[in-house]
């Protein structure tokens, strides 16, 4: 039986790591679950630590400081056992649905796969423009990703691996480029949800999409990887198939290719002209409305001995 360790990171999440751990302790049994909660000052540290004390296999490692995602996933890889074979790491803000962790274990059944990724699933509801961007967006990434794997949100890989770049703010993206330099191969997995929340306003979308491409385009600049959807002409095939066969979103459609652009643009001007690195996400607080179920929640018990 291959060794599993799962990771969880974790910034102010106590609205969603209930319902994270209890999807994750549902799923196929880890030897460990590590949960990296950095600079939270939310109550993340306490659940996190509650679940530590009730369960034998999690691990709660707290940060006081926020130094970004990349240093927190590094700290956690380096406290792999030797013997683990198999990694999965999980965003704080998302929940997989039943299964989802088995179904991404499976994709390394080939030996070639060198790292597989979930299908990101968004909460938002169905009304309002922002929503239904965000719908689109994941919609336009799910085409993509069956075609020319994009991978995020929960990824699985075989260790080992070297420490992320500490000023990435694109991990996936960064763990794609390491683990594919040797002739690995990517897997995207439909049948692995993971649901999670995107933002709720034109600002936060906006500052969302100029992050990611920031981080985007410093990968780039030090790698010479560039993920399947880096750029707008990698986007049109798939938007345009979409839009022939429903006609009816078209203004969606165009009211998201222009914030995308204009998020490109902006992005690239406070990079290159600003000197703009945005290593640690600013919160985006629209994106944090997720639905937690308190019965998923463990009792307070005794710390163990």
């Known amino acids: 039986m291959n060794r599993i360790e799962i990771g969880i990171m974790a910034h102010n999440e106590a609205g969603n790591l209930d319902a994270l751990l209890s999807a994750v302790m549902s799923g196929p049994k880890a030897d460990r679950v590590c949960i990296v909660s950095s600079g939270s000052t939310?109550?993340?540290?306490?659940?996190?630590?509650?679940?530590?004390?009730?369960?034998?296999?999690?691990?709660?490692?707290?940060?006081?400081?926020?130094?970004?995602?990349?240093?927190?996933?590094?700290q956690f890889l380096s406290s792999l056992a030797p013997q683990t074979e198999?990694?999965?790491?999980?965003?704080g803000d998302v929940t997989p649905s039943p299964g989802s962790v088995g179904h991404l274990l499976a994709a390394f059944?080939?030996?070639?796969?060198?790292?597989?990724?979930?299908?990101?699933?968004?909460?938002?509801?169905?009304?309002?423009?922002?929503?239904?961007?965000?719908?689109?967006?994941w919609t336009l990434h799910d085409l993509i990703a069956r075609e020319r794997p994009k991978l995020g949100?929960?990824?699985?890989?075989?260790?080992?691996?070297?420490?992320?770049?500490?000023?990435?703010?694109?991990?996936?993206?960064?763990?794609?480029?390491?683990?594919?330099?040797?002739?690995?191969?990517?897997?995207?997995?439909?049948?692995?949800?993971?649901?999670?929340?995107?933002?709720?306003t034109f600002a936060d979308l906006v500052t969302q999409r100029e992050r990611i491409w920031i981080g985007h385009r410093m990968l780039w600049k030090r790698t010479g990887?560039?993920?399947?959807?880096?750029?707008?002409?990698?986007?049109?095939?798939?938007?345009?198939?979409?839009?022939?066969?429903?006609?009816?979103?078209?203004?969606?459609?165009?009211?998201?290719g222009a914030i995308e652009l204009f998020a490109r643009l902006r992005g690239s001007f406070r990079h290159y002209c600003l000197g703009l690195k945005p290593t640690i996400w600013p919160r985006i607080n629209?994106?944090?409305?997720?639905?937690?179920?308190?019965?998923?929640?463990?009792?307070?018990s005794r710390p163990r001995a």
């Open 153 to 200: 949100e929960m990824v699985a890989f075989r260790p080992p691996t070297v420490p992320l770049h500490p000023n990435t703010v694109v991990d996936e993206a960064a763990l794609e480029a390491q683990l594919t330099s040797d002739g690995g191969t990517l897997a995207y997995v439909p049948q692995a949800k993971v649901f999670n929340c995107g933002p709720q």
């Open 42 to 74: 939310d109550g993340t540290d306490m659940i996190a630590k509650r679940w530590a004390n009730k369960y034998p296999q999690i691990q709660a490692i707290i940060e006081k400081q926020r130094r970004g995602k990349a240093v927190a996933i590094n």
């Open 109 to 137: 059944d080939d030996p070639e796969v060198a790292m597989a990724g979930a299908q990101p699933c968004p909460t938002n509801p169905s009304t309002g423009l922002v929503n239904k961007i965000v719908r689109f967006q």
């Open 225 to 256: 990887y560039r993920v399947s959807t880096g750029r707008i002409l990698d986007l049109i095939p798939a938007a345009t198939r979409y839009l022939v066969a429903n006609p009816g979103t078209i203004p969606v459609v165009f009211a998201a």
């Open 86 to 91: 198999m990694v999965v790491l999980i965003s």
């Open 286 to 300: 629209s994106a944090k409305r997720v639905q937690i179920s308190p019965s998923s929640a463990p009792r307070a």
